[in-house]
């Protein structure tokens, strides 16, 4: 199992425009596709407010690049949220276990 960690950073002053399509949108798109075993997304909560993030358990790499395409070490974005995002960045990780339910 691989672990994505992904985070964004958005435009100063776009965080509020970016946090509904993030919920209502990236989310639902993510949770569809198969290989996926969970995500949990993150707003800013202290210190930079432009900041978000998803932690992504994914089955194997084969899941990752059916969502991601062959450029699967780049983050994909989303057409309408291209122009809210100043920078990401994306690490991959082997899973070695979780803890909680």
């Known amino acids: ?6 985070r964004l950073t958005v435009h100063d002053g ?9 919920r209502d949108h990236i989310l639902p798109l993510l949770k569809r ?3 996926l075993v969970w995500v ?3 707003k ?3 210190g930079d407010p432009n900041t978000f993030c998803m932690t992504m358990p994914w089955r194997d790499l084969d899941a990752i ?6 450029n699967w070490i780049e983050a994909r974005i989303e057409p309408e949220e291209r122009h809210l995002i100043a920078a990401t960045s994306l690490e991959q990780f082997e899973l070695l276990g ?3 339910p």
């Open 44 to 46: 800013p909560w202290q």
């Open 40 to 42: 949990a997304a993150g």
């Open 98 to 100: 979780t803890v909680g």
């Open 14 to 22: 776009k965080a509020e425009e970016f946090e509904p399509i993030f």
């Open 1 to 6: 199992m691989l672990l994505r960690q992904f």
């Open 33 to 35: 596709q198969d290989g």
């Open 65 to 70: 690049k059916a969502f991601a395409g062959d």
